[in-house]
Each structure stands twice: as structure tokens, then as C-alpha cells.
């Protein structure tokens, strides 16, 4: 199956971004999508495995809520973190890789994608969406 | 229109392989044969045949029954609705990645 992927560099160390995406205090300050706040009361992490990790985001705009649940599968701090959404079944897998200059690229692996919602596209628009499909299997999106 | 996640993973699987993608793309400029597709590949028929298939499970493409030729036809949307999901989680990611960044120059 295909693996999305999703890379990131950041001028941290491996353990301060390991601390950063697993401590409610650190989530509620860049968790939820733009738009979105995830407050503090409304994260849930029990870092082991089989430990939740759970996350409610509000909409600032009419205040409507999402609940991610999911559940951790690997625990290894500073190195990897793994969990699975409880409704969808779908793994994220964060690897944190030490660049030995300061820097830690973060690297997120998700597999088993879950359904989607369906979004008519003009036949136009097809040949730009399969390059764009094309270039993030193969190379996964560096931003 | 909603996909099932079992067949969102067949239209994964059928895209993650280039020459279907090619496939794809030829057939995004009109309905074209398995001969027709073909000529392009240096690949015979039976094996163009077989790309065709997985394409038809993921329902990315459609075959008529005309005669001998069934030629082919894309469907558009299923690929459009893979791609949505795709771009929009990389939004969230590449966003989330955004905010982290901040956060880390507060600390």
C-alpha cells in the first residue's frame, strides 16, 4: 500500500520535538489545523503503548468540535512515536531523525488512509492532480 | 459521493505504479483501446491488459462493451477525490510543521 509521507526539518533537537508532540502544553500551541485551537483541557496523552492520545479541536469560527482518537503503538522516545486512530484504523508514524548540526528532521509516514469525501474536479484539473499524486508518493512533500 | 476506505486503498494501489499513471494520463486526453494504449509502452497487450484491471477494480477507469474493443474511459472524480484527501492532509501537516516552528522560537 501506498505510504504518504510528510517531511520537515527543524533547527531542535530530537528529544525537544520528541517533548513537543507529546505533551499537552506543547500540542495546544500548534496541533490543530489552521482555523482550529486545540485547548490544553482538551488533550489527553498517556505516553505508552496502548496509552491514548487523544485530541478535540474547536473551530474558532462556530465552535464546532472533531475528536482524533487514537491510540499509541510505539513509544521510543527520541526516536519514533507511533499511533493509530481508533475510528479509521490509520497509522502515523513520526521518526525523528538527529542531522548532527543542531537540526532534527521530522518525518511522518501514514498508511491505511482513511475514507474521503468526495470533491467533483473538472476533467480539466486531472492531468495537474495525477503530476501533483505522482510527485508526493514519490518523493513525499518537503515544505 | 462517499469512498468506501477499502476502495480509496485500491485507488492508491493502482496509482502508486507509473505506467498506470501514464495510463491514466493518455486516457485524460480521450477513450482510446488497449491496442491504441498500447503502441506507446514497450509492453505487449496482455500486459498492458493487466495495468487495465487494476485501473477497472479502483474505478478510475471504465471499459465499454463494444465488440472487441472495449475501449477504455477515465473517471475523473475517483482520482479527484484521492488526490482531496491527500492535499488536504498535507495541508494540516505542512500547517501543523508551521506552527511548531513558532512555538520552538518561544522556547
Known amino acids: 500500500m501506498t505510504e504518504l509521507t510528510f517531511r520537515r526539518i527543524h533547527r531542535a533537537t530530537p528529544d525537544l520535538l520528541f517533548t513537543c508532540m507529546t505533551t499537552p502544553e506543547h500540542l495546544s500551541h500548534f496541533w490543530g489545523p489552521d482555523g482550529t485551537t486545540t485547548p490544553l483541557e482538551n488533550i489527553t496523552v498517556d505516553l505508552r503503548p496502548g496509552g491514548a492520545f487523544e485530541t478535540t479541536m474547536v473551530n474558532q469560527s462556530d465552535g464546532s468540535a472533531y475528536t482524533m482518537r487514537a491510540v499509541y503503538l510505539e513509544v521510543e522516545r527520541p526516536v519514533r512515536l507511533v499511533w493509530q486512530d481508533v475510528d479509521s484504523d490509520m497509522l502515523t508514524r513520526i521518526t525523528f531523525v538527529d542531522l548532527h548540526d543542531g537540526r532534527t528532521e521530522v518525518v511522518t509516514h501514514q498508511s491505511r488512509v482513511p475514507a474521503t469525501v468526495a470533491s467533483p474536479q473538472a476533467q480539466a484539473g486531472f492531468v495537474t492532480s495525477l503530476a501533483r499524486f505522482a510527485a508526493y508518493i514519490t518523493d513525499g512533500a518537503r515544505a | ?107
Open chain 2, 1 to 107: 459521493m462517499a469512498v468506501l476506505e477499502d476502495d480509496l486503498t485500491l485507488v492508491f494501489t493502482a496509482l502508486a505504479d507509473p505506467t498506470r499513471r501514464a495510463i491514466l494520463e493518455r486516457l485524460s486526453h480521450g477513450d482510446a483501446t488497449v491496442h491504441q494504449l498500447a503502441a506507446p509502452f514497450a509492453m505487449s497487450q496482455q500486459a498492458v491488459s493487466k495495468h487495465l484491471l487494476v485501473l477497472e477494480r479502483a474505478q478510475l477507469i471504465s471499459r465499454a462493451r463494444v465488440g472487441q474493443s472495449r475501449p477504455c474511459s477515465l473517471d475523473a472524480g475517483r482520482l479527484a477525490e484521492a488526490v482531496s484527501w491527500i492535499e488536504t492532509n498535507r495541508q494540516v501537516w505542512a500547517e501543523r510543521h508551521d506552527r511548531l516552528a513558532a512555538h520552538l522560537e518561544t522556547l
